[in-house]
C-alpha cells in the first residue's frame, strides 16, 4: 500500500517539477510584460484560422482513428470517435497520460467495443504518431540551409534513440504477432518465476499490443492511415505558419512554410515530455528554436509560444465537458445510460469484479 502510494504521488509530482523547471527555463530572460503587450497585438482574423485549422486537425486525426478502428467495429459513429479522442486530449491537459484510458472507457461505452481493442488501438496510433515525426524531423534537417543539429543540441541524440526505440518497437510488434503462442507464453512463463503480478499485468499488455496492432488490416485501411498521417503532419504546419501572421512576425522577417515545418516538427518534442499538457516543455523549445535557428527575438518567441499553447489548451479543457454533455443527451434520447468521469470508472470496477 505504500509503495502504492508513493508510485501515485510520485505519477502526479514529477510532471509538476518538471513544468516548473521548464517554465523557468523558458521565461528566465524573458521580459513578460513586453511579450503580453505582443500578445495583446493578435489578429483576430489569423487567430481565427489557427482555431479552425487547429480544431480541422483533430478532426482528421478522428478519422484516421476511424480507418484503424475498423477491423475492430465497422461503422463506428463519428462524433464518438472525435469525442473520446478529444476527451483524452482534455485529460492529458490535466494529468498526462490518464487520457489515453478515459479515451478507451468513454469510447468503449458508447460503442460497446472491448476496452482492451480500443487501448490498443490507441497505442498504435501512437506509434504512427512517433514514426511522422521521426520522419518529420528528418524533412526539417533536409530543408534547413544550416546546421540543425548544431543549432539544437540534443536534437541528433533525440533522433537516434528514438528510431532504436522505433525498431525495438516494431520487433517487439512482429514477435508478439507472428510469433504469439511461443513468444508470448515464453515471456510469461519467464516473468512468472519473478512475479505474478508483473506476469498478469504484462499478459494483459500484450493481449492489447495484439488486439490494437491486428486492428489495422487491409489494404484501404493502412494506405488511408499513411496518406491521413501526412495530411495531419501538413496540417500542423500549416498552423504553425499561420501563427507567425497571427503575431505580425512576418513584419520582422520573412516567413516561410519551410521555416514552419521545421519549428512544428521540433516544438512538438515539447508535447512528448510528460508534462502537464506540455506546459513548460513546449514553451521552452518553442522559444529557444525561434531565437536560436529563425533570429526572432525573446519576447515576441515567448508571445507565439504562450498564444499557441493557451489556445490549444482551452479548446482541450472545454472539450470533455462539451462531448460528454452532447453525447449524453443523444444516449438518454436512445435510453441509453448516461456517463461521466465518475461513473464510467465505477462501471470498470463493477465489471471486473
Known sequence: MIMEKIKKFSGLIIPVLLMLGFLYLAFRNVNLKEAFLLIGNVKLGWLLAFVALFVFSQLVRALRWKYILDSVKKDTKFLHLF??????????????????????????????????????????????DIIALALSVLVSVLIYSGDLYGQISWLKSTLEIGF????????????????????????????????????????????????????????????????????IMLLYGLNSYVSFFMLGMNQIQKVTFGMAWILMTISAFGIVIPTPAGIGSYHWITITTLVTVFGFGKEISSAFAIVTHAVSYIIFILSPVIFIYFVNLKLKSEGRESMNFLSVLKQVKYEDE
Open 83 to 128: 469525442g473520446a479522442m478529444m476527451i483524452g486530449y482534455g485529460v492529458n491537459a490535466v494529468v498526462p497520460r490518464l487520457g489515453e484510458v478515459y479515451r478507451a472507457l468513454f469510447m468503449g461505452h458508447w460503442e460497446k467495443i472491448s476496452r482492451a481493442s480500443i487501448f490498443g488501438t490507441v497505442v498504435v496510433e501512437r506509434i504512427i
Open 164 to 231: 532504436v526505440l522505433i525498431l525495438a518497437g516494431v520487433l517487439l510488434i512482429i514477435l508478439t504477432i507472428v510469433f504469439r503462442e511461443k513468444f508470448y507464453s515464453g515471456i510469461l512463463k519467464l516473468t512468472g518465476k519473478i512475479s505474478e503480478t508483473l506476469a498478469d499485468k504484462l499478459g494483459e499488455i500484450f493481449q492489447m499490443l495484439v488486439e490494437g496492432f491486428g486492428s489495422l488490416r487491409g489494404s484501404k485501411n493502412v494506405t488511408m492511415t499513411i496518406i491521413l498521417s501526412v495530411v
